[in-house]
């Protein structure tokens, strides 16, 4: 808990100075935007390898000068399954995020997009033998970061190829529950709208 702490107030250090140097004249209230990713996800955990799964994000943010600034947002990275003779077993993980973002245009309208940050997982697991089925869920904290490229259509419209990494754990890490430790690499095309 106190590594995220650090992690927080560091980023707030960081984009103090942007927030200081915002111009007077300009409506920060424009800045607002509200992005959503549509992709794959990519599973890496110990050797499990699962490439077939939808991921689905919605972010919410605001941007000093529209270059840097904070965000929240909800992200479903999927289902990941593997199955054996005997049984299978899952697990869906869902993220709520918090953290930081940024955004420069380089030529015209096109930009490179970063951000990253805090999260917060719930985990279902399961395990299915024959017709028997048995879930457990683990709530966690992790990290996330993630780059883009897109193109400006609009004053207020934006598309964009992203990829991001999830770091999550599943379980609670004592001696009757071994913690698991998985990134979730996903890839996806997204649109912004800044109000």
């Known amino acids: ?15 103090a100075p942007f927030a200081a140097k915002a111009d007077e004249n300009t409506n920060q209230l424009d800045n607002f935007f509200v992005a959503g990713n549509l992709g794959q996800s990519n599973y890496r955990i110990g050797g499990v390898s699962d490439k077939t ?29 593997n ?9 869906k993980p869902r993220v709520a995020q918090l953290g930081v973002n ?52 609009t004053k207020n419209v934006a598309l964009g190829i992203n990829y991001d990494n999830y770091h999550i754990k599943y379980g609670r890490g004592g001696s009757d529950q071994p913690q698991t430790n998985a990134n979730v690499a996903t890839y996806s095309a997204s649109v912004e709208v800044r109000f």
Not at 83 to 91: R, T
């Open 1 to 15: 808990m106190n590594k995220t702490l650090i992690a927080a107030a560091l980023a707030v250090v960081a984009v």
């Open 102 to 153: 940024a955004k420069y245009n380089f030529y015209n309208n096109w930009f490179v997009t970063g951000h990253g940050g805090y999260l917060r997982s719930r985990t279902t697991g399961g395990v299915t033998v024959g017709n028997v089925t048995a879930s457990e869920r683990s709530w966690n904290n992790g990290w996330y970061a993630g780059a883009g490229v897109g193109y400006d259509l």
């Open 83 to 91: 199955d054996f003779d005997f049984a299978s077993v899952s697990a």
């Open 53 to 81: 799964d939808v991921f689905q994000n919605v972010r919410f943010g605001w941007r000093w000068n529209n270059i840097v600034g904070a965000e929240i947002g909800y992200a479903y990275l999927g289902k990941v399954k």
